[in-house]
């Protein structure tokens, strides 16, 4: 462990076999910066090379080298039914026999956006597009030209993919104006991008007091799956309802994570606050690419080519990906489904608790719904600043712990766990297990 830059070095590690991945690797590295096409996936932040991953089934996955693994990442977040559920397979498999793709309208599309609009009624209409980033992106074109407005609000730590305008740093001061997170972001964009600290409605009452009419919107994950998991605090989604209410600004609800998740009707069925405007993803393509932005229709119809608004996609509402969203949505609307899956988290968290309990570990556990996460602090977790809190080594060692344990955690301690209705009481009490000796290494090392 290096301890001034928080990297693991691979002579740290006890050693499950994982050559031929090493093998695989090294040709990505050729090919792909960081030998991936997406950056979380190259374990920078955990140390040591990811397994290479090359089948996945309800609970499970195994990387090239034969290796198993209980798998909590499902795919960071869409595999709500577990990996190749017969039904989306089924589903995706009967798409692909009518034809892959037409660029014109199909059946398929309109039976997903039913289903979206009966789960989540403040959708009422909506627009199919190819990945979350892409839904955010496009909310906020829309909600910048519904309002006339260029400035929007985001909550520091909240994660909306990567398009320029949401890819802006979470400044400390209330009225910091964003500055780029990455090179490449102009300055003069970014500066339209104004922070606030996530679970602080004063806060937002002094921004929007100061500069509310220049603000199109605020865009928040209700439930933040980009911290690892944070709630909302008691009346915190409802207060900023009544700001944007009153400065004429529109609440955009990034449900992209949250959505199916927290609850069939995702986070706003949960806390009863209706936004503007909607973004989904990951659960809602059950696996394929699918985002979905949608709300109000008078807002929607802004959109061309009912209005002015700009927004196309060549491969936007894709029969398979519309296939596999409508198996799992419809699987996730049968009787019992959200109940089951409570009941699935909650014996993963009472289990967790149990061994940082009896670990005497200075961790805690954090969960809504089926997400959930481990933080290496006692203390609740309510904003970025609590989230961001030290110790990135201690999740190092207990990431590495799990993975030789046989349990896929997420690779990095910001991120969220997801149980799926393939995890059975065997995969959660061996991961309870596993965690309970993850803990002690942690401890072990100071
Ligand atoms: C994953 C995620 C996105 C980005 O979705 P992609 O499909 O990866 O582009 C946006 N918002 C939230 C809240 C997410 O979790």
């Not at 949401?166 to 964009?189: I, Q």
Request: proline share 6%.
């Amino acid at each position: 462990m290096c301890i001034e830059c928080g990297d693991v070095q691979d002579k740290d590690l006890a050693m499950i076999d994982l050559q031929e991945s090493r093998r695989v690797m090294a040709r990505a590295r050729e090919l792909m910066p960081g030998g991936v096409n997406s950056p979380a996936r190259a374990f920078s932040s955990v140390g040591g090379d990811p397994p290479v991953l090359v089948r996945g089934k309800g609970a499970r996955v195994w990387d090239a080298d034969g290796n198993e693994y209980i798998d909590w990442v499902a795919s960071w977040g869409p595999l709500i039914l577990g990996h190749a559920a017969p039904d989306v397979v089924e589903a995706v498999c009967a798409a692909a026999r009518d034809g892959t793709s037409f660029g014109a309208p199909t059946v398929r599309e309109v039976r997903l956006a039913e289903l979206i609009r009966r789960t989540m009624p403040s959708m009422e209409k909506m627009r199919m597009v190819s990945s979350g980033t892409e839904a955010t992106m496009s909310a906020l074109r829309l909600a910048r030209a519904a309002t006339g407005r260029d400035e929007v609000v985001k909550l520091d730590g909240c994660f909306h993919g990567h398009g320029d305008s949401l890819l802006v740093k979470a400044g400390s001061g209330v009225e910091t104006l964003g500055l780029p997170d990455s090179p490449g972001v102009p300055t003069g964009l970014a500066k339209h991008t104004l922070t606030l600290p996530f679970n602080d409605l004063s806060a937002a009452e002094a921004l929007f007091r100061e500069r509310g009419g220049r603000i199109a919107a605020v865009i928040l994950e209700p439930v933040v799956g980009n911290m690892g998991c944070i709630p909302p605090r008691e009346g915190y989604l409802q207060g900023l309802r009544r700001i944007c209410d009153y400065h004429g600004a529109l609440l955009i609800f990034d449900e992209v994570m949250t959505g199916y998740r927290v609850a069939l009707g995702g986070a706003q069925a949960r806390y009863g606050v209706r936004p503007d405007l909607t973004t989904l993803g990951k659960v809602v393509g059950g696996g394929l690419p699918v985002g979905v932005y949608g709300g109000r229709s008078e807002i929607m119809d802004e959109v061309a080519p009912e209005g002015p608004v700009y927004q196309a996609g060549t491969l936007s509402g894709n029969p398979l990906a519309m296939a596999a969203g409508i198996a799992t949505l419809e699987r996730l609307s049968r009787e019992g489904v959200y109940e089951s899956l409570e009941l699935t988290a909650s014996e993963l968290e009472k289990g967790l608790d149990d061994a940082i309990e009896s670990t005497g570990t200075d961790a805690r556990i954090q969960r809504v719904g089926t997400m959930l996460a481990v933080y290496f602090r006692r203390e609740p977790v309510w904003n970025a600043e609590d989230a961001r809190a030290p110790e990135p080594e201690k999740f190092a060692r207990f990431h590495r712990a799990m993975l030789e344990g046989g349990v896929y955690l997420p690779p990095s301690r910001v991120e969220s766990w997801f149980v799926g209705m393939a995890h059975d009481e065997e995969a959660v009490s061996q991961t309870v297990s596993v965690a309970r000796a993850g803990f002690e290494v942690v401890n072990s090392a100071g």
